[in-house]
């Protein structure tokens, strides 16, 4: 097994996985930006990082601001020099998760954290900051294929882009559909290619003498 921290995975090499699952940790993260181009430099050239992270409205965050894309940026640029903005987050987390504490017990239990390094939400998203997160981390190193919002959570699948195919190289594949009537499971079926597809590939319907109307 490999134990790293989520934003530093130096064991493992770049293009060396195939797919990176992060279900509520970004959220965790100091500089999330930088966890993310992380888990992007590990994955390989057409694989998926599943990132999932909980929306401002569960029970912890509630009562605090969405944070801006700028602060992001800023932990970025700053990374491991932001001290000060940590603990406020941890005073800020505090208040919101644990109400009924006195102000005078929301400040010692604020400090305890900030004292053992406690992960906590850090960061406070909705779907917006969201998408604009994975959008300044993905570049053109990646491209967002799903994003999905239920509940009190957001959830998005990005793709590692796959190296441009050199000139002269042969064709990657061929996908074949024979058809024969059917016609609405066959526009399913070419549908879900052209959303699902990667690479380098070719589409190729054969009609096997239709007799329905509008195959």
């Known amino acids: 097994s490999i134990q790293a921290d989520a934003d530093k995975l130096t064991p493992l090499e770049d293009d060396s996985v195939d797919f990176v699952v992060t279900n509520h940790v970004i959220e965790h993260l100091r500089d999330p930006l930088s966890g993310l181009a992380e888990w992007i430099r590990v994955v390989k050239p057409g694989g998926h990082l599943f990132v999932s992270v909980p929306d401002q409205s569960n029970p912890y965050d509630k009562d605090r601001a969405v944070t801006t894309l700028e602060h992001l940026r800023a932990d ?26 006195t102000p005078e017990q929301q400040k010692d239990f604020s400090e305890k954290l900030i004292r053992e390094k406690y992960d906590i939400h850090f960061h406070v998203f909705d779907g917006a900051l969201f998408r604009q997160m994975l959008a300044e981390a993905c570049g053109d190193q990646a491209e967002l294929r799903e994003f999905l919002s ?16 050199k000139a002269g190289l042969a064709r ?3 996908i074949v559909i024979p058809v024969y009537n059917a016609r609405d499971f066959t526009k399913r079926c070419i549908e879900s290619v052209l959303e699902h597809a990667t690479g380098d590939w070719r589409l190729v319907l054969v009609n096997d003498a239709s007799t329905q109307a509008g195959v």
């Not at 509940?151 to 441009?164: D, N, S, T, V, W």
């Open 172 to 174: 990657g594949v061929d």
């Open 150 to 165: 239920v509940g009190e959570e957001h959830f998005a699948i990005l793709r590692k882009r796959p190296p441009q195919r």
């Open 76 to 101: 970025r640029d700053q990374h491991g020099q932001r001290a000060e903005e940590d603990a406020a987050h941890a005073h800020d987390w505090t208040r919101s998760a644990h109400p009924t504490m």
